[in-house]
């Protein structure tokens, strides 16, 4: 979308236009569908399912927002307008493991943002605000601004991957290994077959501090050969 995409991220949300509807918003519009992406889905969200929920009618909600597409943009910055999930910590190891943390948190809660975070796009302000906050905590206890970003981009991309499984609806090895519970299945792939018995660990999906820790491990360690 380009420069219209910015515009609409960027420009002036408030604008006055004639023929508006009286107590219709871009803001009250976002707020809506945010909604009914978290009850029902992204999938549901439509401009007359939309106008429907607000008694409006559509053509009035084309007059705050251009389409779908855009207002997906506008619903999933929304998420990232209020404070970044940062404790106050004089550690970077603390602030970029409740970072992961809070990131993990937000697609929990909103799972159908994922799909929009990991697409190609314009950042936002609420995006940005968010970046730049724990960038700033970075820089306070002593890491340069450039290993700042990068670090925050590396714990973003390990949480994207590693929260999927959680959202998709597959949290326990039950549902994620089922095929095990069929004996010929098993005898093909012994190795696998192994996290069916009774005395192994079973619950997989217990990796997402697990992982988060070990990415951490491995800043602190490229940080102390390069103090």
Known sequence: MGQAEFELLWGEATRN???RPAGL???????EAVAIADAEGLQKVSMKHLAERLGSGVMSLYRHVPGKDELVLLMYDSLLAGPAPLPEADHW????????????DLFTTHPW??????SERTMGPGEA????????????VGMPVELGLTAVLTV????????RPEINGAEGDTQFFSFLADPAIRARFPHLARLAE??????????????????????????????
């Open 93 to 104: 190891r603390q602030i970029l493991r409740h970072w992961g943390l809070g990131v993990r």
């Open 129 to 140: 605000a968010w970046v730049d906050t724990v960038i700033g905590r970075l820089t306070a």
């Open 113 to 118: 943002a994922l799909t929009v975070a990991t």
């Open 25 to 31: 918003s871009r803001e009250r519009i976002v707020a």
């Open 156 to 163: 973003d991309c390990f949480a994207l991957g590693a929260v």
């Open 198 to 227: 009774p005395d192994k660990v079973t619950d997989m999906f217990d990796h997402f501090e697990f992982g988060l820790d070990r990415v951490l491990d491995g800043l602190e360690q490229y940080i102390e050969a390069n103090p």
């Open 17 to 19: 236009a004639r023929g």
